[in-house]
């Protein structure tokens, strides 16, 4: 069994930049390709960006290309999500998602979800 707690979340202004942190325990992440994924209200579930486990490739989102940045440090069991020049259209609660294989994929395919932390960016 897996678990997962992200942080890292607040509220910034337009432009401004937060780190999330999504750490694990109960197994390493070596075996799990994880991804961000973002729920704002009364939307669905959308993938930000993943991390994959065979080679540490990564993916984004078009609409936050060139803006955040996934890496991970498997001495800490812990995936970050850089995220710059943030938008309004950013807010949602950001959640970390794990799936036991080779490559990234959609949020139906997670097999273990973090309770979500907040991200709030004002105009």
């Known amino acids: 069994q897996l678990q997962l707690v992200e942080s890292g979340g607040g509220l910034v202004h337009a432009g401004g930049s937060l780190r999330l942190s999504c750490t694990s325990s109960g197994d390493t992440l070596d075996y799990y390709a994880i991804g961000w994924f973002r729920q704002a209200p009364g939307k669905e579930r959308e993938k930000v960006s993943c991390?994959?486990?065979?080679?540490?490739?990564?993916g984004y989102a078009d609409s936050v290309k060139g803006r955040f940045t996934i890496s991970r440090d498997k001495s800490k069991n812990t995936v970050y999500l850089q995220m710059n020049n943030l938008k309004p259209e950013d807010t949602a609660v950001y959640y970390c998602g794990a799936e036991m294989y080779y490559y990234c994929s959609g949020p139906e395919r997670q097999e273990y979800w973090g309770q979500g932390t907040q991200v709030t960016v004002s105009s």
């Open positions: 991390i994959a486990s065979i080679d540490g490739s990564t």
